[in-house]
């Protein structure tokens, strides 16, 4: 944070000069009020989650719990939760290593290899990334139908690797890098596929870190997918299970403290991800902008 | 991992006069190299996404029930018949779809532009000079953006419901809340109802149009579908305010100063400075929000499937259910390429409108 904090400033951005103290003081209320109001449902969520049904109900506005509980997480751990994490994982680690290598792969062959129909690929690509993920429910369903893989861990799995998002970020982390060093390579008697595993790659840490985190988050949390490329309960997700959970088996009557500790456990991990490569993410955003 | 030296390349190669370097052979190489990387996402995005939607282009004009296979004697050709009985023939898949596009009409006209206001004020008032805790604010704001829509939707679900955290709120500032989720009764009804309006006017109730009368067309989103829309706002805005603040970090100092030295007062210098730059990317804001809203799925499979009183269906979900709880799926796929049909139209629109004014200004 401080290094972009430090270049940011090197380069004299644009930050608006000295406000009066009065308009100061209403920046830092706006702010803290509008902190308050993303923060505190997180709050509640933690809170109650180790707190008992009555306590949750009658109680909702205070965060703390009268009488700690683990009950919530006692009832998760004897239902399929342990399960549905474990798929979460499997299939949230397939499909992101699966895009690490192919993105890269398509990312640096768009980016640097002269070859004819390039440019009709790199369009096919930006076409794809066009087409709205919803109206493609119905139709992945048919596919996966048609070539029996439905209700199986390959198709929960390898239809998410298809990514032309992260195939266009590569591609543009590519051209951002001098070609020096791979024609260095190259004059070494390095073929493609060498130069490319072992010069190029690593030198792309960086757009592969936000691959990874970007990957690992968003198939964590799909749901759509699980939805329509699975029905046994076996191969349920967190989110396609914890969605039965909610609207399914124990309907809208209460047990909030157990809802809320199961959004709360499947939220951690994507948290850690995210406090420790918050700078990735941020960049893979921005870079939408700054290109 | 040899450095083979493909033989049609360096044929090829061979046969020209004399090169001055060995180009040839590499660019031979390249060229395979080339297919050979980009092949498997190639693969992929044929295998699922051309050859998926042109499957459910068939199944769209079938009758397939789900049973047997769709593309070897179990559905039959129907032409246009799925398509015209949601758009033109009056009866109930009409009456659905249109209340979905309804609903999400509402839904787009007040998350897009909250969404945009408040992401745009956020990165403003971030962007000041000496600004104490700055990363801990945007920390603040994007977390919602990471984390699951299952989670976030619980946390809503708990805290909207009939004694929850935002009607304790509201009973402590003396109101008193609705029941959120279970409460269908639209906005601008609610609203005319204070005006003294309690049942819809002849004129309203008696016309209307594609099988709706005017008077449920212009109920406005219901109280439910108005936890959905604070939902949306809240989980996106963190996003674009990211992408409103690297756009600000893009503008040069000196632009500011400039202005300064012209005397401009704070409020002019954001408004008549600092916004026409931030044009690009307010356009990608508007353009991902409206593509991202028209797509609402995944909060109304879970906190309401489309009710209270069909008020927080959408044409994603209506979709979904017509197909796998009807198996109606010839209207199933139908109604995702009419929504595949309006996003891109919309789309064109928005650009065509934002494009013109940019004309004008200039």
Known sequence: ?291 | MTTATGTPAAARAAKRPAPRRPRGGIRGHEAAAGWLFTAPVLVLLALFLVLPILMAAWVSVSDWTGQGNPFSGGAHFVGAKNFSSLLTRDGLARQDLMTSLRNNFYYVLLVVPLQTALALFLAIVLNRRRLAGRGFFRTAYYFPSVTSSVAISIVFLFMFSGGGVVNALISSAGGTGPNWFADPDGLIHILLDKLGVHSAPAALANHGLLGQSWWDWLAGPSVAMTALIVLAVWTTSGTFMLMFLAALQNIPAEVEEAALIDGASAWQRTRLVVLPMLRPTLFLVLTLGLIGTWQVFDQVYIISQGNPAKTTLTPAYLSYTTSFNDQQWGQGAAIAFILFAIIVALTALQRFVLRERKADAG
């Open chain 1, 1 to 291: 944070m401080t290094l972009t904090e430090r270049t940011a400033r090197a380069r004299k951005p644009y930050r608006p000069g000295q406000l009066s103290p009065r308009a100061r003081a209403a920046s830092y209320a706006a702010l803290l009020l509008f902190a308050l109001i993303y923060i505190f449902p997180f709050l509640i969520e933690l809170g109650s989650s180790f707190k008992t049904d009555a306590d949750a109900t009658n109680h909702p506005l205070n965060p703390l719990p009268q009488h700690w509980t683990l009950a919530a997480f006692h009832q998760l751990g004897q239902q399929d939760f342990p399960l549905w994490f474990a798929n979460s994982a499997f299939v949230a680690v397939s499909v992101t290593a699966g895009r690490i290598l192919f993105d890269s792969m398509a990312g640096y062959a768009l980016a640097r290899l002269r070859f004819r129909g390039r440019g009709a690929v790199f369009s096919a690509v930006i076409a794809v990334m066009a087409v709205p993920s919803v109206v493609l429910m119905i139709p992945k369903f048919l596919v996966l139908n048609e070539f029996g893989i439905y209700n199986t861990y390959s198709g929960m799995i390898i239809p998410l690797i298809a990514d032309a998002a992260g195939v266009f970020i590569m591609k543009q982390f590519f051209e951002s890098i001098p070609g020096s060093v791979e024609e260095a390579a190259r004059i070494d008697g390095a073929g493609v596929l060498r130069t490319f595993w072992s010069v190029v790659l690593p030198m792309a840490r960086p757009a592969l870190i936000t691959l990874t985190v970007l990957s690992f988050q968003g198939s964590w949390n799909e749901l759509s997918h699980f939805i329509v490329s699975r029905q046994s309960p076996q191969l349920n997700t967190l989110t396609s299970g914890v969605a039965t959970l909610v609207s399914g088996q124990l309907g809208k009557g209460n047990q909030y403290p157990l809802k809320l500790s199961a959004a709360l456990l499947m939220t951690i991990p994507v948290a850690l991800v995210f406090f420790f490569f918050q700078r990735h993410i941020m960049r893979g955003t921005e870079g939408a902008v700054k290109e």
